[in-house]
């Protein structure tokens, strides 16, 4: 076979690693994490079956399935591992709660949904051990961050979806690890996926971005697929800059942090961004915030005359959308859950509801909401900085940086599962809903994912 990369170039260094690394090089603390993220992956795409749009994918997959190899979680069937791939990654999508590593500079993505769902869906037709699966879910996360890094500006100069871009590539070498293939086919895998990467960061809060991760993550699937079969890329996708085209001549180029410190701790997994909240992760900071102030100054919504949030232009570029007519844009929409967090004192799956759309309360409150883009002094790593002026004409400021489920301030992982326990519930009934923790909790020790998928693909509702 025609080699994917050449000696002493840093494609060879991330495939050769990516195809060789294996759970004991992966620490313990690592491996427990990357096992709470799957929790969270599969959790969301439970509760996003039962989503407008995520109903909609699943009834077009049953009407369309093909061979019963993989299970649709929430659909009640099985069908190809390319189908399920493509609606479980969707599902997982639908509420905004893929947990994501951004780069520091320009808070652009690498997400668990574009890459998990495909190696879950390889896997349970594989029938590999679930310590495959954590592994493989650990190296494909890296490379997708490792790919991020080095070029930094892919989506704010181009638009691009980042996570989309970099997650087809990585969900190939996730599921080429479930199939066995050695680093070359790996390599063909990532390079083919690459001609399939696709994702706009207009399409925020539609219907068509969480479509984006579920296109991702079957990509991979095929890919690896094709270059099981022997199909082939172009070669030193990396070096020459094949991965990178969209942003050349004019972004920024960073190759030398693709194989800096690899394969050594903390993994890109360990990094990542933990959303709490069913919404776009840079409004969480001004959420936590002003969910802080309302529990420590007894702020009612009646007192508020105004709140100015300032923030990230990025943030403000996306999340700037007063008075959302959806609920995807209501995801995406600083004045929406700030209103919210006013009148309810908190952010959860039951916020983003239709009635809140058209709640007259809730409308005049996102009124007093302005949001301030700073390119010069921008609150770092998706924080915020909160001005409120009461009717009374005193004033409450507070800035949020290092908000829980920040790589500074990771939420612990049992909290993570309680959390993850405490969302299911109107979901999933009791005992199915602690049996799918107890066996992603000892995914590692599992000998195939049957058990898994026998909980989710036609889950048990309380």
Known sequence: MTPSASPGTATRALIDWAATATLDDIPEATRERTKGLLLKTVASAVIGAREPFGSQLSRHGARTAGVAQASVIGGGYRTSVEGAALVNGTLAHQTESEDCYFTRDTRESASTVWIFPAVLSAAEHARVPGGEVVSACVVAFELASRMLE?????????????????????????????????????????????????????????????????????????????????????????DTGLAFAPVRPDGLLRPERLARGLGSAPFFVDQVEYKKYPACGMLHASVDALVEIVATEGLAAEEVASIRVEVDPIAAEYCD???????????????????????????????????????????RLQDVVTVVGDPVDPPKDNGARLHITRTDGREIHREVDRFL????????????????????????????????????????????LDRLFALVCDPQRP
């Not at 970099?166 to 895998?189: K, S, T």
């Not at 479509?211 to 890919?223: I, Q, Y």
């Not at 929409?333 to 009635?355: C, I, K, P």
């Open 405 to 448: 489920g920040h790589p500074s301030s990771p939420i612990p992982v049992p909290t993570l599962v309680d959390l993850l326990a405490r969302d299911l519930e109107p979901h999933l009934a009791p005992g199915p809903r602690d049996e799918l923790v107890e066996v992603l909790g000892d995914l590692d020790r599992q000998p195939d």
């Open 321 to 363: 959308r007063p008075h959302p007519t959806t609920i995807d844009g209501a995801r995406f929409s600083y004045s929406f859950a700030l209103a919210s967090v006013l009148l309810d004192g908190r952010v959860g799956y039951d916020t983003y509801r239709e009635e809140a759309l058209v709640d007259p309360v809730r409308s």
């Open 150 to 238: 080095a070029s930094p500006t892919l989506g704010s100069v181009r638009g691009i979806n980042t996570a989309s871009w970099f997650g087809a590539p990585a969900a190939a070498a996730g599921v080429a690890r479930v199939l066995g293939l050695d680093a070359d086919r790996l390599g063909h895998a990532m390079s083919i996926a690459l001609s399939q990467s696709s994702g706009l960061g207009h399409q925020t809060g539609y219907d068509a971005h969480k479509l984006e991760a579920g296109h991702a993550c079957r990509a991979g699937v095929l890919s690896a697929a094709l270059a099981w079969e022997g199909a082939t890329g172009a070669p030193d996708f990396l």
